[in-house]
RNA sequence: CGGGACGUGGCGCAGCUUGGUAGCGCACCCCGUUUGGGACGGGGGGGGCGCAGGUUCAAAUCCUGUCGUCCCGACCA
């Protein structure tokens, strides 16, 4: 009796796997160099209910992860579906396709039929409902109202401001008919909304009284791209955008920063657990029409940095421009001090490359949209009670919770697939748990699994949730700051940049050392003092520069 | 927009050199046995090869154009 692994045109093919030279290892250790294993391999043969034989495919056999097979005597299969592959691109291997694999995998997203535009699916979705949730109380929690502004905006509103409609003008969107005709002034599809935002500030600001006026909207906006990746730079991205009239330069100053920090690095550090960079942007990286701009910076795993969120204060360009006036308490008339930020999808980006692992999403649980899968095992009346009673408990807790009751699965797909989608915990509940009185718990994060009696499971979920919630901000840390070199050359910074942040004084950069690292690539992400505050200008002296490679 | 690669069932690919009416793995559907990490056996369904022209008796296969995707660069949330 002879086993043959043979492939699709009958050949012996195990000699020759993918091109590779092939050994199998069988269950007993025997190791065979040909497609032949001999009976003798299967003195006790495995428990297996097919009577079949157990080999293991070695990794060096398959360029993939070892896997486990099982033949019977005789059985004839195609060599490809012999090899399990790898449910993701490994990161190391080959980060944009890991990406890419990753959103299409977990659900995330996929492209649009035109250009650049892009579908958000369910499980995508709900992480951005999850951002917008936290980023919008936060907004609030500022004194700042939502409002909604109109899709298109006239081409003149536009042109207003001179240093926003150049910058702007390559990726504008216009459109030029409407009912079959020509339009007599082009509409433009908004990149940003200060303009025809500006344009109804001005109407409702009348007096210091009216003032601060603190709006933002939830919606979408386009911007034409050369480029395109899902979540990190699309045609169409959904976004949320504030934009304020102050009184002083003083007050919008302190509400730009007041954003920066309590609304953008705070959401993104305590919900997101990625630690942010705080800085203001370099004149080449500056929004056009602002006076200045800050940023939170995030790292990504393969290196390259993300700019996550940017608040802008544009002085009295805008208000100038649109005619932003108030009457002060001095019976004077003066234009008001606007600013704007925004926060995208693009964070759903950040949030993928700054967690995952070749397994797939990382989510931290203060995000998470579910932060607990409930599943069964095996399938049984009384597993699948219990399992319901077990997320009833949890949900009634106040936890976001999945039941996976899914009978008709196999429990290891079920289980690849929380993986991948990054529940951060799971609970596993079999006959066995059962029995004991238990279920078993299993960090994503941590990786651990425990067996935890039933009437504790709340503890230790909770327990379970703040560990990977702090380690994974922990990971995160220790990630950028094993990836943040200090430099005194651009040439240094250019190379230190390959793998992560260069740190260098920004006297020792400057502009010409800006527009040499740009030949190679890498920006200057922003300037921070010396203490790591964020300056107030860049006519501060003593700055720090931040130079990466950017998404 | 410049350089490179590529578009074949949901996904990954073979077939194009030497044109003859499409195939494999996974996924999917049904039945049965299964279910503690990606099940097994048997039986099925689905594409006309990105799109548009052209050459030919005949085009995934050859020619032209176009759209789209991926990587690098320029530009950007």
Redesign the pocket.
Known sequence: MALRLVD?AGLDALGDLGGRQTAVTCQHGCRHDDSLCDARCSVSPPKD??R?FSLLLPAEATG??P????L?PG?V??V????????LTPQGE?F??W??DVV??AQLA????????QVIRPTGFALWERMTAEMDARIKDTGTENASFPLLIPESYFRREADHVE?FA??VWMVTQGGGKDLEEKLAIRPTSETIIGEYMAKWVNSYRDLPLLLNQWCN?M?Y?????????????L?QEGHTVHESYEDAHAFTLRILHDVYADFMENVLALPVLRGIKTE??R??GALN?F?CDALMRDGKA?????SHELGQKFAKAFDIQFQGKDGKQAHGWTTSW?????MI?GLIMGHGDD?GLRVPPNLAPVQVSVM?????DE?RAAARKLYDELKADGLRVKLDDR???????R??D??LKGYPV?I?????????GE??V?SRVEGS?Q?VPLGMIAEAVAAALAGAQQQLWDEALGFREAHTVDVASVDEAVEAARTGYARMPWDACGVEGEARA????V?VRLLQREDGSVPDSLDESGLIAYLA???
């Open positions: 699709r209910r097919n079949g993939l992860a896997r486990r097979i099982r019977r059985r299969r195609p490809e579906s012999l090899i399990m592959a790898n449910v080959d944009p396709r990406y890419q299409a995998k996929e492209n649009g039929p035109a250009r650049g535009s910058g390559p990726e906006v911007r791209e050369m480029r395109t990746r899902l979540f990190l730079r699309s045609s169409e991205f976004w080449a990286e929004f056009a701009t940023a993300l700019q996550m969120g940017t925004g926060t995208s999808t693009r980006g397994a069964i095992v095996k399938d049984s597993v009978g008709d699965i196999a429990f290891g797909r289980a690849v929380a993986e799971r596993e509940l079999g006959p066995r748990d059962l029995k004991n279920a078993t299993v699994k067996s740009g030949q190679s690539a920006t490679r950017q998404y």
